[in-house]
């Protein structure tokens, strides 16, 4: 019986809750003896003319051996903007030089042989700004009256599509149009982001930092500092969580490398949690315009899509999350017409990144509470309008009208396994009754039916690499390309190459994040590891056989086509003669067993599935309680169900946060009001239900596995679930829409003003 498929326990796990994981704060290394600590002197302002900074008082101050400003820089150039579409000019300075442009904006930075000490140290750089107003919603950015960048002349960093034709919804029998806001929100992973970095008498620089892929961080670390790639040794310890946050580098961490090399001696940093509200990358922030135009009957002829990206104060991996958002665009319906344009739109705000799904969300999103708007509007049942207009089953690729070419997709079953598993009907007559006897607590129902990309070129190629090796003494090791942070890759790998070799799952070692040992990788992210890393360990596993058959066959004077894998004893044998064989650890002791291979994926992977979330709203404070929440997630075949459940576990519950609560806020001023955990609210589990997972499995064709990607499933399926569920719960006391989070505040003030004959919309 094949180990795949199986619920095999994490072989991570009891090093994590004994000796506990090894962050890049924690290491230990001989290269890092007497290191100096960096700290960050960031603005406090979000726009302003830098007039003068004064670090005399914190030379002085006890245990800081040096501070350096913008001009004690001018080795180093400017970070590039890094896109073609982005105006050249807008290029983010290593250290602020004549303005900030988000609190947060580093203006200087102290080296002490203590951290407290950089901390004191740092409260007396004098910094005199010279404020300006603030740019803080895409619309006050796109009005361009106020420029980050004056030298671009606008704050637009890129555009994406054109206008829709003036008579798109023509003919339409019913339009509805909508403005949805999908907010700022925080990733807050365990760990904080941090570096160190040692330089050595090769002239080589080590550096270990928090990440998602060490060689994409290497290659852009190098490129920042202008040295050559053979020069940086990048190393990542365990980490504690990214969720895209945390995908390539951040100009810290180069930073850090270039301090050690200007002060000759190591340097570390760690920032705190306030320090990481404000400058690590946030995630969302899209301002959209939904409209669907169709028929009485349920059918819809036509979607639009319009979406203001905020991107914040320099350009990053925001910059692209609208082209994802309008490849998706579709969605998993059979709209004959769509249409999508964005702009990406500079603020006074930290940078957006990735944050888990990275556009598609955004995208899922947008689309359900448009069916939801439309099928109101008709006056029909929100199921009955997505079943409508589903896109057939299908098992060869599809071209939806936004561009995108799906492997499969049985979209129609997702929904009625989910509204099935959930009740649905049962619920609705339960929710006729609350309303029925006017209950204080009423009743939502949500839905949602999803599809994303996963899998897809990270601009790095659509490929990973594995090494594999059998060692003498029975045990082998795996080198992936891929940077796991939470996702069981150490069992999962190991659980591949086992399936192929016999070599028992605890015998087999997962190594990465070395660019010396693992020199190409891809990385974590898009959801692409199973199906890219996880089929390289499958094929170098594959590979090892054939590498051993042809070895064997000299050993035992038999035809290579006549030996088979004997799982029992982890070797080869004679076919139909027991007791000829030979294991794989005695081949290995003759010469290295040994093979490195790179799988590159045709094409990306387009999981789905459908989500029914249940709340109960209390019509007098205005707060969602999530009761049930009812998952269809289809990422084609399971290799472990035990990671695929947690990998979806984690996904819910990032996205009912951000359904309910979770929301990064700026001021007027451009002033953080979400700097702490005290402020920045985020889920537990005491907020959660437990969650009623539904299994279904379409394989794909794109890799032998079979598989798609689970990672960010949950998050795109649950979100416009619990938003839906809770509009849905007050939609009959007249609210038509209320953007997320859904807080207490928000629905009651909409129940308000809808009781009072206005519009929420």
Known sequence: MSILGTRVVRTEDPLFLTRGATYTDDLVDDRLTGALHATFVRSQVAHGRLLSVDASAAHEAPGVVAVYTAQDCTDLTPIPAGLPMVPPAMQRPWLATDKVRFVGDIIAVVLTEDRYQGEDAAELVSVDIDPLPAVVTTA?????????????GTNVMATFGEPAPADFFDGCEVVVT????????????????????????????????????????????AGWLGVDPALVHLVTPDVGGGFGAKIGADPEYAFVAWLAQKSGRPVRWTENRSENLLGMLHGRGQDQVVTVGGRRDGTIEAYGLVVDQDCGAYPRVGIVLPTLTMMMASAVYAFPKVHAQARALATNTTSIGAYRGAGRPEATAAVERGIDLF????????????????????HEPHTTASGATYDSGEYVAALDKALEAAGYQELRAEQARRRESGDVKQLGIGLSVYVEITGADTGLGAAESAELEVHADGTATVLTGTSPHGQGHATAWAMLASD??????????????????IPRGGGTMGSRSLQQGGAAVHQAATELVELARQRAAEQLEADAADLEVDLTSAGLAVRGTPGTGITFAQLAEREPLVVQTRFEAAAPTFPFGAHVAVVEVDTESGKAELQRLVAVDDAGIIVNPLLAEGQRHGGFAQGVAQALLEEVLYDSDGNPQTSTLADYPFVSATELPSFELVDMATPTPINPLGAKGIGEAGTIGSTPAVHNAVIDAVSHLGVRHIDMPTTPMKVWRAIQQAQQGGSNA
């Open 140 to 152: 006050d950015s796109a009005r361009d009256e106020v420029l980050l960048f004056e030298e671009a």
């Open 178 to 221: 909508q403005a949805v806001v999908n907010q700022r929100v925080a990733p807050v992973p365990l760990e904080t982001r941090a570096a160190a970095a040692a330089w050595g008498e090769d002239g080589r620089v080590t550096i270990w930092c928090t990440n998602q892929g060490a060689q994409q961080a290497k290659g852009e670390i």
């Open 375 to 394: 099928a109101a509007e008709i006056g029909m049942d929100p199921a009955e309008v997505r079943r409508k207009n589903l896109i057939p089953s299908f």
């Open 500 to 517: 192929q070799l016999g070599i028992p799952v605890e015998k087999i070692t997962v190594l990465h994040g070395d660019t010396d040992r």
